[in-house]
């Protein structure tokens, strides 16, 4: 029986479950519903902040500058590669413009349902079975309703664009400029003007070495052993922040500077708005449970989710839980019961604990990931993701780790499947 499967987003998670799942019209039929008027997600950038035109929280949380932190040759869809040759480092318009690409290429856009905001999710569980209802509504009228039943839900609704705000003390008596990272779009209001970065993740990383460019200091404030790096002359780091007075910072040694802006490159969290109580989904410090492997539902097997996972390669990664997660909806792959399932979760996550690692760290991969990539190839019987895919990755990784600055000047060739070789500088 062909099922029909719902799909959640039209960023990169959803175009590759639809990719996968209209190769295989005998065994589905898939309707994705996306809010905005193109695919792209997270890569689709704005100028706007707060409310785009439709009244929508702005989704996006790119920057007008924002070069990849991945070479091209590591981020592609393993069966759809960007076009060859440098820059490795590219721009979110080229991102965008690949994945535009691959909905063409895939033949995606008529299964898309664009400007329609999903608004409820909800099982309807019969005897030893559950389908779903979904409720969507056109953006611009909210009030017109519709709703469908399918057999499966494949959520792929992104992670990057609800912040996550600090507790510091003194914040909302601080005189400054103060934003989060998801408002960041360009330096040019930071010119002559000392800011703080809070937060060394990614995005504290990326946008202090943007705001550089044009403000008089930046410093990266973070509580991790300090980067080893190269960073501009006028990027210094310091602790994480003590508390805010009305025109200063006082960081975690006790120092106390000056400052006219603070960007908050504090984190995002997941949501999951238009999934109902019935959907027995739990959200406890930024850790999603019952969730097998970050991806399955275990009491509901037909309800999943693409792209929890941080810290990771995305899109080799989408691709390999797109292909796990129709595995179990067609039945080839069966998986074990809810308690096996809940039970190796449950140990993953211990085990993150005792090494040390934050609760709101449940679905950080980094090097795990490519355990994990080929625990879902291997249990679902698919071909793994190239070697040579982590062996950049991890290069990269490394690479960055010495060389901020100048680390996206380098580009990089892929030989084969195991090997790859640097190729000359940009510059
Ligand atoms: P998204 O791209 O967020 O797409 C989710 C989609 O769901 C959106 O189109 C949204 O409109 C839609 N949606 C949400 N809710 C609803 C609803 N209720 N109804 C209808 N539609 C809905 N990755 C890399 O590989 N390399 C990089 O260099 C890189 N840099 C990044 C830089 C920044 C600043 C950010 C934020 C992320 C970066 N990433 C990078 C990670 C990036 O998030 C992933 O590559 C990937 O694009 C995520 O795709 P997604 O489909 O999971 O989510």
């Not at 990326?206 to 501009?232: E, G, N, R």
């Not at 080799?316 to 129709?326: A, E, Y």
């Amino acid at each position: 029986m062909v099922q029909r499967v719902a799909v959640i987003g039209g960023g990169a998670a959803g175009l590759c479950a639809l990719r996968h799942l209209t190769a295989r019209p005998e065994q589905f039929q898939a309707v994705a519903f996306e809010q905005n008027s193109r695919v792209g997600g997270t890569w689709i950038y704005t100028t706007n902040i707060g409310k785009d035109e439709n009244g929508l929280p702005v989704f996006s949380s790119m920057y007008k500058n924002l070069r990849t932190n991945l070479p091209k040759e590591v981020m592609a869809f393993p069966d759809f590669p960007f076009k060859k040759g440098p820059p490795s480092f590219i721009s979110h318009e080229e991102v965008l413009q690949y994945l535009e690409d691959y909905a063409i290429h895939y033949k995606l856009y008529q299964y898309i349902k664009f400007q329609t905001i999903v608004q409820t999710i909800r099982p309807l569980t019969g005897d030893n079975f559950t389908s779903w209802e979904v409720t969507y509504c056109p953006v611009k009228e909210r009030n017109q309703s519709c709703r469908e039943l399918f057999d499966a839900v494949i959520i792929c609704n992104g992670h990057y664009s609800v912040p996550l705000y600090p507790d510091i003390v003194g914040l909302k008596d601080f005189a400054g400029h103060v934003i989060h990272s998801h408002d960041y779009r360009e330096p040019e209001s930071y010119t002559d003007l000392h800011v703080v970065c809070l937060g060394a993740a990614a995005s504290g990383q990326d946008i202090s070495m943007d705001i550089a460019l044009k403000a008089k200091q930046v410093y990266l404030s973070h509580d991790k052993p300090f980067l080893t790096t190269d960073l501009p002359s006028n990027v210094e780091q310091r602790p994480g922040i003590k508390c805010l007075r009305r025109n200063s910072v006082i960081f975690n040694n006790s120092e106390e500077v000056e400052i006219d802006a603070l960007i908050l490159c504090t984190g995002y969290r997941y949501s999951f708005p238009f999934l109902t109580e019935e959907c027995n989904l739990r959200i406890e410090e930024e850790r999603i449970t019952p969730l097998y492997k970050h991806l399955i539902h275990t009491q509901f097997h037909t309800l999943s989710f693409i792209g929890i996972c941080k810290t990771i390669c995305p899109f080799p990664q989408f691709h390999s839980q797109v292909r796990f997660v129709l595995s179990v909806l067609n039945g080839s792959l069966m998986l074990p019961s809810r308690e096996v399932m809940d039970h190796d979760t449950e140990r993953d996550y211990q085990t993150r604990l005792e090494e040390g690692l934050p609760a709101r760290h449940a679905h950080t991969l980094g090097p795990l990931q490519w355990n994990y990539n080929d625990d879902l190839s291997s249990m679902a019987k698919f071909e793994p993701i190239p070697r040579v895919v982590q062996e950049l990755y991890d290069y990269i990784h490394h690479h960055r780790k010495n060389h901020l600055s100048t680390y996206k000047d380098m580009n990089y060739e892929l030989i084969d499947d195991k090997t790859f070789k640097p190729i000359q500088s940009c510059k």
